[in-house]
Nanobody, 114 residues
């Protein structure tokens, strides 16, 4: 069984930074696909960033101001977000894909004020 717990969300002014952390427990491997998604009211959940091994993928909307990284020894996946914009406001979810199963965390709220 895999559990994902997010932390680090909060309220920040536009232009500020936040670092989200996903702590994973269970059968997480260094090759497991890990990612961050977000969902704002009235919108579908969308990919923010994903890391598979050492390969990273970013949504165009966050590219250049967001970095995803993982620490396999600690089983954590971080999302460093800089130059935040009001449109980044959303609930951010940690995601893991292991084999044919997908796991989600409970989400952490990020609010960016203008």
């Amino acid at each position: 069984q895999v559990q994902l717990v997010e932390s680090g969300g909060g309220l920040v002014q536009a232009g500020g930074s936040l670092r989200l952390v996903c702590a994973a427990s269970g059968s997480i491997f260094s090759t497991s696909a890990m990612g961050w998604y977000r969902q704002s009211p009235g919108k579908q959940r969308e990919l923010v960033a994903r890391i598979i091994g050492v390969t990273t993928i970013y949504a165009d909307s966050v590219k250049g101001r967001t970095t995803i990284s993982r620490d396999n020894a600690k089983n954590t996946v971080d999302l460093q977000m800089n130059s935040l914009k009001p449109e980044d406001t959303a609930v951010y979810y940690c995601n893991a894909v292991i084999g044919y199963r997908t796991y989600w965390g409970q989400g952490t709220q990020v609010t960016v004020s203008s």
